[in-house]
């Protein structure tokens, strides 16, 4: 294994673990999250106060991930 | 009060949890093979955590408040659902209880038939699978030892740090994951096996519904919004996250096939 190549395993190994840390088993979830906190911010910056975004968007991706595991299974 | 109280519950409990998990393996691996090895294998790794906690520790204690919300709300809740996802599937049956007792079983008999000359190149390729001699030790035990703690521990680290700021509390944060550490090698030790009682399941349900809790109420804190009546919203949504929680495992409990009609195979997972 030249340099470079051993360089990239590295560099691959380390991208995977932090994505496995972070994103896990499913990425639905993290989109969930990244969604929800986008509207919140989009929606403040037009004055509305949008609490509820947050918690219904990642209630939808939670939903979401639940019945790809049940479809998986029938 | 409220916060230091679920930060001190969160921080225990998320550490309880990892601290079952890491500890079967050590245990299986040093009882097994070489305690001096798993020793140095669990002692690199917690000083690699230390590393890490002391590194970004302080970093993320100096963010502005509103992007440190945004990020850290953001992150414990990814956590947090993660593990509301993993008790709801196995509270309602679609995912094996992790059984510590069968862990331990099976790793204690892949440690045993790993020896000094065992097989193929593939194996020998790896020195934590060929049981090779490294700085006068065993690789298999160190590196198991190493891996375990090294990753249940980067979790609770995590939790540790980024809940611990963002409520101006590390300390405590700390000082919950060291008596739970405390607390459960100690009854480890006392066991000399497997803590198949503790209830993770249980555990990993109350800590995912506040890091769920807390991460919607900092994260849309950090992107801008303002919650109703301000902290003490905290004492309806983590209630409401908690009801919602366990009528998905009524529901699909309901909905959940027989093991005849079931592809689901009875894993043991983590």
Redesign the interface.
């Known amino acids: 294994m030249s340099g470079i190549e051993r360089v990239g395993a590295i560099l691959r190994g380390f991208g995977k673990f932090w994505w496995d ?6 990425i639905t ?2 989109l ?3 969604l ?3 509207a ?2 989009i ?3 037009h004055r509305h ?3 509820w ?3 219904i968007l ?2 939808i ?3 979401i ?2 019945a790809r ?2 479809r ?3 | 009060m409220t916060t230091s109280v679920v930060l001190f519950i969160s921080a225990f409990f998320a550490c309880c949890v990892e601290a079952v998990e890491a500890t079967t393996v050590v245990l299986a691996v040093g009882l097994t093979r070489s305690w001096r090895s798993t020793w140095r294998g669990v002692l690199a790794a917690v000083l690699v955590l230390i590393a890490v906690v002391a590194a970004f520790g302080p970093t993320i204690a100096h963010m502005p408040l509103s992007p440190l919300r ?1 990020v850290v ?3 414990l ?2 956590f947090g ?2 593990w ?2 993993k008790a ?2 196995r509270a309602s049956g ?2 094996a209880i992790h059984d510590e007792t069968a862990a331990y079983a099976e790793l204690t008999a892949k440690a045993r038939s790993f020896n000094d000359v065992s097989g193929t190149r593939a194996i020998a390729d790896d020195p934590a699978q060929s049981g090779a001699r490294w700085m006068g030790g065993d690789a298999y035990s160190f590196t198991l030892a190493f891996k375990s703690v090294f990753l249940e521990g ?2 609770v680290a995590f939790i540790v740090v980024t809940f611990g700021a963002n409520a101006h509390k590390v300390g405590l944060a700390a000082i919950a994951a060291a008596a739970a550490i405390a607390l459960i090698v100690s009854v480890a030790f006392v066991v000399r096996g497997p803590l198949s009682k503790v209830p993770e399941n249980a555990i990993k349900f109350t800590v995912g519904v506040l890091l ?1 809790s807390f ?2 109420f900092w ?2 804190e ?7 009546h301000s902290d003490t ?1 905290l004492l309806v ?1 983590i209630p409401a ?1 908690a009801v ?1 929680t366990l009528a ?1 495992v009524a529901i ?1 409990r309901n ?1 959940r ?1 027989t093991d005849k ?4 195979s009875p894993i043991v997972t983590s």
């Open positions: 840390f972070i994103v896990g088993e499913d979830l993290a969930g999250v990244c929800g906190l986008g919140v911010a929606f403040h910056a106060s949008t609490w975004a947050l918690p990642w209630l991706a939670l939903f991930s639940l595991v049940l998986k299974t029938r | 945004l709300g953001g992150l809740l990814v659902l993660g509301l996802r709801i599937l679609y995912k980067m979790e769920a991460g919607t994260g849309a950090g992107a801008g919004a303002t919650w109703p919203s949504l996250i919602v998905t699909l909905h096939p009609e079931s592809s689901l």
